[in-house]
């Protein structure tokens, strides 16, 4: 596609339900970004892949976060039993083989009630 | 762990004035880049420096990276109301040439 697609847009859970978002990078895009950015403050790294490996996951806050890119394209971050505190707007984007600029999408912005 | 600060955290001007945003780095940086994000927004690739001392500009902005390449400055000519959003700068991780870390942005209003 024209550039990084995110899905859902938005997305309500109740705490302690699992949610899945879904993240379609740049056709030719190697590297593969997972950011959460809470209201005022700077995107948070979380996860980096590099084809189908994930090259550095050391930003996931806990084990209940989890992402995934079987195929070296398409890209799921899985947040399972989430909390509150999980409430923010998840940010992926892609960059041609992992060096300069970052193409980000709109975001899938995450509620937990 | 290494951290990116910015200041101002917010800044408002009148259209025509002129606006500077500063970020610093505990360590040094490879490189650094900046992002625009306009509100509601995601954040917009604008450049990336590389070389110590480095200066771009790109119309009326000018974007400098310092000579220990810890500090980086993004300096606004004459602001109109399209300048709108947060700025953030952003560099590698010591561990990770890909993995970013952003600035704590900041914000600017522009009024006409």
């Known amino acids: 596609g024209a550039g990084v697609s995110q899905t859902p847009s938005n997305k309500v859970t109740e705490k302690g339900k699992y949610v899945e978002l879904r993240c379609d990078p740049i056709s030719g895009h190697t590297a593969l970004y997972w950011y959460r950015q809470s209201l005022g403050q700077g995107p948070e790294f979380l996860i980096y892949f590099q084809g189908t490996g994930a090259a550095d996951d050391s930003g996931l806050p806990n084990d209940r976060f989890f992402a995934v890119r079987p195929e070296g394209s398409v890209s799921t971050l899985k947040i399972q039993r989430t909390e509150r505190g999980d409430s923010a707007v998840y940010l992926c984007?892609?960059?041609?083989?992992?060096?300069?600029?970052?193409?980000f999408g709109e975001g899938s912005r995450l509620t937990v009630l | 762990g290494q951290q990116v600060m910015q200041i101002p955290q917010y800044q408002h001007v009148q259209e025509g004035e002129d606006f500077t945003t500063y970020c610093n780095s505990s360590t040094t940086l490879s490189n650094i880049q900046w992002y625009k994000q306009r509100p509601g927004g995601h954040p917009v690739f604008l450049i990336q420096?590389?070389?110590?001392?480095e200066v771009k500009k790109q119309k009326r902005l000018t974007f400098q990276f310092g000579e220990a390449k810890k500090n980086s400055s993004l300096h606004i000519t004459a602001t109109q109301t399209t300048d709108v959003g947060t700025y953030f700068c952003?560099?590698?991780?010591?561990?990770?040439?890909?993995?970013?870390?952003f600035g704590t942005g900041t914000r600017l209003l522009v009024s006409p």
């Open positions: 984007a892609s960059s041609f083989q992992g060096t300069g600029e970052l193409f």
């Open positions: 952003a560099g590698p991780m010591n561990t990770g040439f890909q993995k970013l870390v």
């Open positions: 420096l590389v070389k110590s001392g």
